[in-house]
């Protein structure tokens, strides 16, 4: 089954990991669609694949197409990137601009109480407070 990107949507994951993140979904092409028809959706998820990961060119873009092959690319990148961090940066820079993230360890203390002021204040979705009460969008 052939697949493609049909939507693009902003999230957020928080702060300070605010960004446009592309949504991809995956369908089954109908007769009429063909593959030589640009989509948004997908040019900007492999433009932005390309720029994180600081490659070029559409060889490069082709082959993260495969999203198993896309997120593997990015967890070697940032590996890399980690290793070249913890190793005092001596040598040339790996290529890529993520490093792996590790979450802060929280109390549960300073969980109970940030997580409410979280959800009111910070509002990761970007709902208005009456849709988020009905749990709709």
């Not at 990107?5 to 960004?19: A, E, H, K, N």
């Not at 990137?81 to 360890?105: N, S, V």
């Amino acid at each position: 089954m052939e697949r493609a990107d049909w939507l693009l949507t902003p999230l957020s994951g928080g702060i300070p990991r605010r960004g446009w993140t592309a949504v991809m979904a995956t369908v089954r092409r109908g007769p009429r669609a063909t593959t030589s028809v640009p989509c948004f959706a997908r040019e900007l998820r492999l433009s932005l694949n390309l720029e994180h990961l600081d490659r070029e060119g559409d060889e490069e873009a082709a082959a993260l197409c495969d999203l198993g092959r896309a997120f593997a690319a990015y967890a070697e990148s940032a590996a890399a990137l980690d290793a070249w961090h913890a190793d005092g940066r001596h040598g040339p820079r790996p290529p890529g601009r993520l490093r792996t993230y590790h979450p802060p360890h929280l109390s549960r203390i300073t969980r109970a109480l940030t997580d409410p002021l979280y959800r009111v204040v910070v509002d990761p979705d970007g709902r208005p407070r009456s849709l988020r009460r009905r749990g709709a969008y």
